[in-house]
């Protein structure tokens, strides 16, 4: 079946460092990417997506690239800040009747100031 | 203008009870779907509505799990004698017609604890 594989967390960071959460999926068909996150004491929000291959997602500096070759849609952000701290989710769909969302387990991510 | 709500935000059940979680989509928002979450986990689909029709319910976990949308709003998840096993975070989705594939807008979801 479809699946979603994230990097495992936490993932602790010091403010303005280097930011990469590695996400791999396995699908039937051609999915559309995404990447959803959850901010303390709130609900999943979508950050970005793509939808076709070698298509970049990006959204309040973070990107993804849809790479096919590798199943791969890796999220990057220049410069973290502390406000980033959140719990990142990788996620796929297919197209077809029902549209639901397939995600990875999810990141925590701590930026530290 | 409002986003998804869920009611109650917390909920404690006895083993054995019925329990009753409730799902305001936002208005216009024909798509509607039920997700489960686990801790430490990512959701897992459960059921999607558009309107009133429930489309798939691949993921309801056993015949306890019931969902409806008589009226194409509001949606009812209703879990029958709970187990311990159903603790978890229960997350309601809606998503409009025109936008994107995917693109989907959560509520705050309902906790749920079996003792």
């Known amino acids: 079946g479809d699946s979603v594989t994230q990097m495992e967390g936490p993932v602790t960071l010091s403010e303005e460092a280097f930011l990469t959460i590695n996400c791999t999926y396995t699908?039937?068909?051609?999915?559309?990417l995404f990447w959803y996150v959850q901010y303390p004491g709130e609900g999943l929000q979508l950050l970005l997506k793509?939808?076709?291959?070698?298509d970049k997602g990006s959204n309040k500096g973070f990107e993804a690239t849809y790479r096919k070759e590798t199943t791969s849609f890796h999220l990057e952000k220049g410069s973290v800040q502390v406000s980033d701290s959140a719990v990142y989710f990788c996620a796929l769909t297919l197209s077809g009747s029902a549209r639901q969302l397939t995600f990875g387990s999810g990141t925590q991510l701590t930026v530290l100031p | 203008g409002a986003g998804v709500s869920q009611s109650p935000r917390y909920k404690v059940a006895k083993r054995g009870q019925d329990v009753a979680l409730r799902c305001d989509p936002i208005?216009?928002?024909?798509?509607l779907f039920w997700y489960q979450q686990a801790l430490g986990q990512g959701p897992e689909f459960l059921t999607y509505f558009q309107n009133e029709a429930q489309l798939d319910k691949s993921g309801l976990p056993s015949d306890r799990f019931f969902a409806e949308r008589p009226e194409g709003s509001v949606s009812t998840l209703k879990i029958q004698r709970t187990q311990q096993e159903d603790s978890a975070v229960y997350l309601c989705a809606s998503s409009s017609p025109t936008g994107g594939l995917g693109e989907q807008y959560f509520g705050p979801g309902t906790r749920l604890t079996v003792t």
């Open positions: 208005s216009g928002h024909v798509s």
């Open positions: 699908a039937t068909g051609y999915p559309s």
């Open positions: 793509a939808t076709k291959a070698d």
